[in-house]
């Protein structure tokens, strides 16, 4: 009948296994989609600081348009 894998005592088919490799893959690229989400939102927000709010934490100006124009994907 073919091979069948366990997962804490529990018998899986293939069918099942392949169910549980795409729902973790669908969450792995969902976690992914987010932190890309967010990053693209926080180099937004730096590029909408003013010079004085860049000072007090730190930045130059282009430092600030370096980070904030990576791309979105660019972890």
Do not use: C, N
Request: charged share 25%.
């Amino acid at each position: 009948m073919g091979s069948i894998a366990t997962f804490s005592g529990v018998r899986l088919s293939r069918f099942q296994q392949a169910q549980l490799g795409m729902r973790i893959a669908v969450a792995r690229l969902s976690t992914r989609l987010v932190l890309i989400m967010q990053r693209r939102r926080t180099r937004r927000a730096l590029l909408s600081l003013t010079d004085d709010q860049l000072k007090d934490i730190g930045v130059s100006r282009a430092d600030a348009y370096h980070e904030g124009l990576r791309r979105p994907w660019d972890l």
